[in-house]
């Protein structure tokens, strides 16, 4: 079992940053890729970056591309997403993700494991 908390959520202005944690906490071994994915109100959850655990291989949305960087301290079992040139439309709930598959990283299927979301707010 893994389990994933998230920490680093907060409201921010557009064109500000927001550094998001995500600790895994045990088993991290049998992990094979990380991921983000974040729900706006009304809205599907949607895959924002992703990071395979063996090789540091990296994956974004085409959204998010230029402006986030997903990163992984694999000592300490932990995943960061540093979203930087933040805009209104990143207003959602961001969840970290894992999963011990090896494909389709950018679907929400794919994971095994969730933790319990952070809330990122960007104002106009």
């Known amino acids: 079992q893994v389990q994933l908390v998230e920490s680093g959520g907060g409201s921010v202005q557009a064109g500000g940053s927001l550094r998001l944690s995500c600790e895994a906490s045990?088993?991290?071994?049998?992990?094979?890729?990380l991921g983000w994915f974040r729900q706006a109100p009304g809205k599907e959850r949607e895959f924002v970056a992703a990071v395979r655990w063996s090789d540091f291989r990296t994956y974004y949305a085409d959204s998010v591309k230029g402006r986030f960087t997903i990163s992984s301290d694999n000592a300490k079992g932990t995943v960061y997403l540093q979203m930087n040139s933040l805009k209104p439309e990143d207003t959602a709930v961001y969840y970290c993700?894992?999963?011990?598959?090896?494909?389709?990283?950018?679907?929400?299927?794919?994971?095994?494991?969730w933790g319990q979301g952070t809330q990122v707010t960007v104002s106009s």
């Open positions: 045990a088993r991290t071994f049998s992990i094979n890729t």
């Open positions: 993700a894992a999963t011990r598959r090896n494909s389709d990283y950018d679907l929400k299927d794919t994971y095994d494991y």
